[in-house]
Nanobody, 122 residues
């Protein structure tokens, strides 16, 4: 499975962006998927994940502002980012796990997209 992340760009603080993650082939609805981000000089951190039953989990830092969703018919996962803050700026990566639950650790995931840059101006 190859993953292609897109939708990053420049937004003002308080603004919104929508990231997409398209899979090269049909991802089984049994695959958990997630979003991670990495800012310069920092480790890759968990942002949000969605299980095969579409149960969602969020990092505390984005809870209430970001929404993760998936459309299995389109082999695509989304991350709607609202009320953006300068500290949200990072390269965002999408990932897919072989398992149905996934986790908050990058090691849980087997496939990764190339990343898309999100910049937030204050």
């Amino acid at each position: 499975v190859q993953l292609q992340a897109s939708g990053g760009g420049l937004a003002r603080a308080g603004g919104s962006l929508r990231l997409s993650c398209a899979a090269s082939r049909r991802t089984s609805s049994n695959n958990a998927m997630g979003w991670f981000r990495q800012a310069p000089g920092k480790e890759r951190e968990f942002v949000a994940r969605i299980t095969w039953t579409s149960t969602t989990y969020y990092a505390d830092s984005v809870k209430g502002r970001f929404i993760i969703s998936r459309d299995n018919a389109k082999n695509t996962m989304y991350l709607q980012m609202n009320s953006l803050k300068p500290e949200d700026a990072a390269v965002y990566y999408c990932a897919a796990a072989l398992g149905s639950i996934g986790g908050n650790s990058p090691g849980t995931y087997n496939y990764w997209g190339q990343g898309t840059q999100v910049t937030v101006s204050s």
